[in-house]
């Protein structure tokens, strides 16, 4: 290839994906051209959202863009990639973290399968509705620093379309909403309660996994469940989280993981095609 | 990573992807299982088919894998892709060029911006129809060595509900049929024809691009214009190609792009996440 070159790398936390770029010196300039680019599962890697890996004073910071080419404030999956990340390149040793984000500092745990990362303490919001192909499922106002409502249901998650948007009271949720609906799953040694969720982000669509989603479910089935502390293990589509609540935050842990690594030439992703003009 | 990476490669001809492995002594052994692992959009690297870079004698051999972990023959953007990958490499110059395939030896021709590939000689069926959304389309059978239903249409391809497989005639096409719908596009400097398509793929769906699709429809193209021979510009929905019809054979060129390259660790890719048990 060229020199116009950089070092990416590609990662997922239960199949929330990213691409990560590496920018130790600081001198990146990331446009959202160039993120929509890379993201781009065909034309570009791939991926739901893009980490840049830069420093912010003594922390490391996770830039975090929407594939859209937006700017998103966290991401609790792309914290988890983020750290695994910085492990795997040597940076940093298994342990206690740090990491800087747009939404303030973030307290992270490296394993050796997993990472855990501190998403701050779920806000309980009131009683509301979501509406889904005309069938009406009740649930509570969950906030993670984003909105969620978690809808308990009582049939088959596969049997739920989620190819269309629930529909929510505005009035509840005046940004829109991440809705999450959640059946008990099988006992499992070692957690306090058990569940499998579905999740439809806002402006997104289903998603494999969310991070504040999974926390919004664990805060919710532990509060039904007369509880305001234990762990809860969460299913989603892309694998298994586990949330643990205790009197001051929520904490996510799961896998995290870097598939590949390279160089990739930000020329060739995306703008290679020329575009028809019908 | 670890001492079992693999270097990898991820390109694309107009749109349609895949995922490269260099494996220039012959001694990889790519499963269907690893096939669907790198194949996977999130847990992996993302592509419509994996290509294997191997020598065979005095030829580079193709081995093609649809993502699925399936072996398939041959994919006319896949050696363009392929092609592309060995200059990169420097393995071959620009120029001529034989690829080994499973359907046989293929002449390339790689260009500064393109890559050629010769498809071999349409071969013209009969009259069918297809059927989507409960609307019947005229169409006429064209086999590239698959099957192909190429019908022009009247209305914007915008309109077209591709979600759903069209109905075809189970007499004419036993091994199912690849759909192509056709508009005229506005004139184009330097070619005969340009027309625009869409493709419903059997067992894929809709896809970006399809090369044989695009050689089936300049072909039924040219001849409703009453000529044998020509060269036609088919935009797909991931780029344009251009396909030259002679008396002997057919001619497909288009972009073809590495976007990046580096390394991967194979048991990460796909495996790494626990399935949920719900």
Do not use: Q
């Amino acid at each position: 290839m060229t020199t116009t070159e950089l070092p990416f790398a590609k990662g997922h936390g239960t199949e929330n994906d990213f691409v990560l770029l590496s920018d130790l010196d600081g001198t990146l300039d990331v446009s959202a051209d160039l993120v929509r680019a890379l993201c781009d599962r065909r034309a570009g890697i791939g991926g739901d959202g893009l980490l840049r890996v830069a420093r912010a004073g003594e922390h490391w910071f996770m830039d975090y863009r929407n594939a859209d080419g937006s700017i998103a404030e966290m991401c609790g999956n792309g914290v988890r990639v983020f750290a695994r990340y910085l492990f795997e390149e040597g940076l940093v040793p298994l342990g206690p973290l740090t990491v800087a984000t747009r939404a303030g500092l973030r307290g992270v745990v490296l394993a050796e399968d997993s990472v855990t990362v501190d998403m701050g303490p779920p806000a309980f919001g009131p009683e509301s509705v979501a509406v889904l192909v005309g069938v009406e499922y009740a649930g509570a106002a969950v906030s993670m620093g984003n909105p969620h409502l978690v809808c308990p249901v009582d049939r088959p998650l596969a049997e739920l379309d989620l190819t269309r948007a629930p529909v929510f009271d505005a009035g509840v949720f005046p940004d829109g909403v991440n809705v999450e609906f959640v059946v008990p799953a099988g006992p499992l040694p070692g957690v306090d309660l058990h569940v499998a969720m579905r999740v439809h982000e806002r402006g997104v669509g289903e998603t494999r996994s969310c991070g504040t989603g999974a926390c919004a479910v664990a805060a919710d089935a532990l509060r039904r469940a007369g509880r305001d502390r234990g762990t809860v293990a969460v299913d989603v589509p892309g694998g298994r989280v586990t949330v643990t609540l205790d009197e001051v935050t929520c904490l996510l842990t799961g896998p995290a993981v870097i598939v590949a690594r390279g160089v990739l030439d930000p020329a060739r992703a995306g703008a290679a095609v020329p575009a028809p003009d019908r």
